[in-house]
Structures are given as C-alpha cells and as structure tokens.
C-alpha cells in the first residue's frame, strides 16, 4: 500500500503527487515551447526574402523566445539561491501533514 491511497482510496497525499507532476509537465513543455518558438523564428529569418517587416518579425520571436528562456532559468537559480541561502527546500514540493 502506498501513502497516496488507503484501500484504494485517494487522501490528501496524491494532492502532493499531482502537483509535482504538473510541475515537471509545464517545466517540460516550456522548454518545448521555447524550442519550437526557436525553430519558427529561425524559419522565418529564412524565409524572410529580405523583406524589413518579416526579417523584424522574425527578429522578435527569436528574442522574445531566448527571454523567455532566460526568465525561466534565472528563476530556476533564485530559488536555488533562496534555498542555499536560507536552508529552507523552496524546490521541493511539500504538505505539512
């Protein structure tokens, strides 16, 4: 038996279970997210023909993509530091019960 469940019904700790593995599904589509945005802003660098809206266009999702990735890792590393720093596990899910 696990602690998620008792005689196969659910308890407040598969609320714990669930919210962790959203958080690894949106971590994981962000990084796709911003992988594609890259691959579509490249592809419309490309095919821009040397037109100055589509090459600008092009331009702002290649920046607005590599932002968006920035803002994610730079708020991955201030809760690394917030944790390393206080000693309290910011980065780790948890219920007190």
Excluded at 8 to 17: K, N, Q, R, W
Excluded at 26 to 39: P, T, V
Excluded at 45 to 74: C, E, N
């Amino acid at each position: 038996m696990d602690s998620c469940s008792e005689n196969g019904i659910a308890t407040l700790a598969c609320i714990e279970v669930i919210i962790k593995n959203l958080f690894n599904i949106a971590f994981r589509l962000l990084g796709i997210a911003a992988f594609i945005m890259l691959i579509v802003g490249g592809f419309q660098y490309l095919t821009a023909g040397g037109d100055p809206k589509k090459t600008q266009a092009a331009s702002s999702t290649l920046t607005y993509a590599i932002l968006g990735l920035v803002i994610v890792i730079v708020a991955w590393f201030i809760l690394l530091f917030v944790e390393k720093f206080t000693g309290v596990p910011v980065t780790q899910f948890s219920l007190p019960f």
